[in-house]
């Protein structure tokens, strides 16, 4: 199982994302999610944040595989957010994984990508909320709600 760190990637170009899981020969995955917000030194918003887009990240990257696992810390805890997947689809993968990250950590250059990502982020709330979708990751959600 090969793990990828999401924000080691966020000044790489999509190309160079594709290539490197291209070259690792590898179909199992353990995807994590550094945190940088927690209780109790940290806002609430900022939390829910982060949780929020973990949820997302979650909702995406289990789109990708029939085999989905993932991890949900505490919101005290410094430890990541990891998801697991195994796919054989390297293209799609790279895809998922350079949208999420540059959703998140966009600078000018992936602007509309930055916005696309809040879009559909929102859309994915409002299914949510409308009771139209149960999220993949419920226990993301959990602590989510929690720090509404």
């Known amino acids: 199982m090969k793990t990828i760190d999401l924000f080691y990637f966020k000044d790489s170009e999509y190309k160079d994302l594709y290539a490197w899981l291209q070259n690792q020969h ?21 939390i829910a944040d982060e949780y929020y887009n973990a949820l997302f990240f979650g909702e995406k990257l289990s789109a990708l595989s029939n085999d989905f696992g993932y991890y949900t810390p505490s919101e005290y805890s410094t430890s990541p957010f990891a998801f697991f997947l195994i796919t054989n689809d390297m293209e799609q993968l790279a895809d998922t994984l350079f949208y999420l990250i540059k959703g998140v950590a966009a600078n000018d250059l992936f602007a509309d990508t930055f916005c696309k990502y809040n879009k559909e982020k929102e859309v ?19 602590i989510l709600e929690k720090n509404i």
């Open 26 to 46: 590898e179909t199992a995955f353990h995807i994590i999610m550094t945190r940088y917000y927690t209780l109790p030194d940290a806002d609430k918003r900022k």
């Open 124 to 142: 994915f709330w409002f299914k949510y909320y409308n009771e139209k979708i149960e999220p993949a990751c419920k226990g993301i959600l959990h």
